[in-house]
């Protein structure tokens, strides 16, 4: 596709549930990017990957989130066991390389209840 | 600690005046600067960049200007037009050898009144 696209766009998942979220880049580029977003904030860092390889997981806040790219492409964020302070917008961004400037995803509202 | 500081929440323009959007920065590391404009339910939109070694970068309406000593940088954006209407977030990074993702502030949420 022509951008970044991100699935769903809307997410409801009761405290305790586990979510997938899904990055589809654009064609090419190497890198991707995933960011969390609270309402009334600016996006944070959360994991990075070129290609396949999973290089930065710095940003991700507690092991109930993990990421994967298992052929360089798709990305999937998934939280298990979601609790209320997970509600956020869920950004992936991707670009060609590292230092290009990131073209970013609609992003994923997730709300857990 | 927030490292990219965007102290005005929200800032008020009239249609065809110059909109000023400011942004400090603490970590003296950074060395790379960008700008990202963001509409309501649309992901962020790249906008501008500018590297350390200047001062100043245009493009078209938008410049952005560079005072390392200051560690702050400003977005100028003349004239303004409705469609510049939107939150608009500056973000850092360390271009080699540091961390891997952005660095983003809080935004401002500019709004030009006709």
């Known amino acids: 596709g022509a951008g970044v696209s991100q699935s769903p766009r809307y997410k409801v998942a009761k405290r305790g549930q586990d979510v997938a979220l899904r990055c589809d880049p654009i064609?090419?580029?190497?890198?991707l990017f995933w960011y969390q977003q609270a309402l009334g904030q600016g996006p944070e860092f959360l994991t990075y990957?070129?290609?396949?390889?999973?290089?930065?997981k710095s940003g991700l806040p507690s092991d109930r989130f993990f990421a994967e790219r298992p052929e360089g492409s798709v990305s999937t964020l998934k939280i298990q066991r979601t609790q209320q302070e997970d509600s956020a917008v869920y950004l992936c961004?991707?670009?060609?390389?590292?230092?290009?400037?990131?073209?970013f995803g609609q992003g994923t509202r997730l709300t857990v209840v | 600690d927030q490292q990219v500081k965007q102290n005005s929440p929200s800032l008020s323009v009239q249609e065809g005046r110059i909109s000023i959007l400011n942004c400090d920065y603490t970590?003296?590391?950074?060395?790379?600067f960008l700008w990202y404009k963001k509409y309501p339910a649309e992901g962020p939109t790249f906008l501008i960049s500018?590297?350390?070694?200047?001062d100043k970068n245009e493009d078209g309406r938008f410049t952005v200007f560079l005072n390392k000593s200051a560690k702050h940088l400003s977005l100028h954006i003349v004239p303004s037009q409705p469609g510049d209407s939107a939150v608009y977030f500056c973000?850092?990074?360390?271009?080699?050898?540091?961390?891997?993702?952005?660095?983003f502030g809080k935004g401002t949420h500019l709004i030009i009144q006709p």
């Open positions: 970590n003296s590391m950074f060395d790379y």
């Open positions: 990957f070129q290609n396949e390889a999973q290089l930065d």
């Open positions: 973000a850092a990074r360390v271009l080699e050898g540091g961390a891997d993702g952005l660095t």
């Open positions: 961004a991707s670009s060609f390389i590292r230092r290009d400037e990131a073209f």
């Open positions: 064609s090419g580029h190497v890198s």
């Open positions: 500018i590297s350390s070694i200047k």
